[in-house]
């Protein structure tokens, strides 16, 4: 830990998460709590909840959740530390000198040799690059009409690779294979042992925005498939979470960004002194490079591919963006495909000119649209009116809403009244802010259904979805719950299999054997969903503690997570009844996925059962599923627990047989 959990505690104390959140995303109160659209991913329904009695938040849809700490780490991707040190300016706390741990050590001194071997791997296809046997990549700069200096600015270079030569300079220069495999500059096969990743393919590194190499793209030379190959992830690396050239755009004196598809895109336009432009990592465009964004703009033009499949793109990022906070805009490339034939067909003047006169991005998607409508056919034509009403319900305040009724209804010749009354209609039957997501969520239930175990129903597998718990009876249910369970054993509820080797063109490692490894079983899930329910059933009434304190310890529950989680909540109630502080216990684990994982933990509800007796006969199954599943492990440990622990525990185990909580 970097400061002592007191200090940390004390931060919470005075910070208010509702003001945290609400700085960035537009919040309604229900009830107790509040309501929003998540910034993580993108939604039209709002699904994320911010608690201010357990100082934390949560969302339904994605997962997503923790203390204002994690909330500040995902929403502007800092550090632990980073976001400690915001919150505690906010709330005029002076933080002491920080206390590094052994493992926060360890930890950064690994992440520090993963950025060494990037550098010197950036370092050698540079080199590369400019020596006799990079003649191939250097022409293939050149004739896309790049200088010396653009090359050098981006750090451009190229992988040969023939020989695995890079794996070699690497373990020369003193680094273990171990290493130079998790760094991703090599991967690992039976046949060739560990050799290069990257071979006969112009590179370009890429740089978080402190300008440290933190993976790479490649381009092959030639007609091989696949065209480029990227970086997997890695402990520095997160595709989802950087943007390339972010680390050169953030100091433009524009005021937007200008997101593209591809990295030549980007270096081109920087070339042509555009230096504004970014462009995402060889995936889809994510929510958590749409916060990224956020950090250092509010408005984002898109500048994608004139093609089909550049105006798809454009269309699903679009609603990421609008979700995500920023203004968009569309750059319209016609007649060209990308902005590098555009500025070398027109010059950087009609480029210009392109961006000053961006599509706002809702007539982009109304353009699009009346593509697929003959507007000389009533019939045809009135379709079109209808989708323009539904899309304009998805605008939530009002004002802006009524803006933009009276900006369609200029430009597509319909009645201002007469569309004001159809988006009412609309907006009245299916709500504001969600028409627009009807397909996308009816698509989503039919992937939800065909994921629900046989033996629940629908009504049951939402109930989980949504971090409700409700047993049949009293008794709870046993099914596997989504979120928390997925959540606590990716973070440390279970043990990983060792990686194996990578496959060359995706990155993916393999377990033993190329055999991918054994996911938790039914049993695993149940256990874990349990675990959950009576971790948040503490923390929502503290009194249930000093039942079942007799009968049950943090040693317990089963998963590394779930152990330090039910620990920490030890600590704050020996000795007495509450209250909880949630966001204390989610804080102490230091890593994003960690706290997310403390979070999903933390936030399973029981639903449906009033009555006093019902809640305790329940709480008894509870407390008791969980000994027993404890004591199973300790059976077949094979002889590490001493023959008292054992007689104990088989003794709290029978007392819970028959003992009668009362709630």
Known sequence: ???????????????????????????????????????????KTPSFNVIPAKNMFYCFGCGAGGSAITFLMKYNNCTFTEALKELADRAQITLPAPNYSEETKKREKHRQDLLAVNKEAATYYYKLLRSRKGARGMKYFTDRSLSPETMKMFGLGFADGASSDLTEHLRKTGFSDELILESDVAVFNEKQGLHDRFFNRVMFPIQDVRGRVIGFGGRVLGDAKPKYINSSDTMIFDKGRNLYALNLARRTKADHLILCEGYMDVIAMHQAGFNQAVASLGTAFTPGQAALLRRYTKRVLLAYDSDGAGVRAALRNIGILRSGGLESSVIDLRPHKDPDEFIKAEGKEAFQDRIDNAENSFFYELRMLSQSYRMDDPASRTAFHREVARKLCTFTDEIERENYIAASAEKYFIKTDSLRRLVAQYGNATGYGSAAGESRRGRQNTRN?????????????????????????AVPAGTPSGQAAGKAAAAGGQEKAAPGPADENTGRRAGPAGRAPAGPTRAQKALWEKQCLLLTWIVDDPAVFAQLNKYLEPGDFDGAVYQRAAGLLWQQLQGGSGPVNAASVISAFETEREQEAAASILNMHLEGIEDADDRAKTLRELVFFIKQASLERMTQSGGTQSLQDLLSAKQKLQALRTVRFQL
Not at 23 to 43: I, M, Q
Not at 449 to 473: H, I, L, M, Q
Request: net charge negative.
């Open 449 to 473: 259904a065909a994921n629900t175990p046989p033996d629940r129903t629908g009504k049951e597998a939402a109930d989980s979805r949504a971090g409700r718990f409700v047993p049949s009876g």
């Open 1 to 43: 830990m970097y400061y002592p959990q007191e200090i940390v505690d004390e931060v919470l104390a005075n910070t208010d998460i509702v003001d945290v959140v609400s700085a960035h995303v537009h919040l309604k109160k229900r009830g107790k709590d509040y309501l929003g659209l998540c910034p993580f991913h993108n939604e």
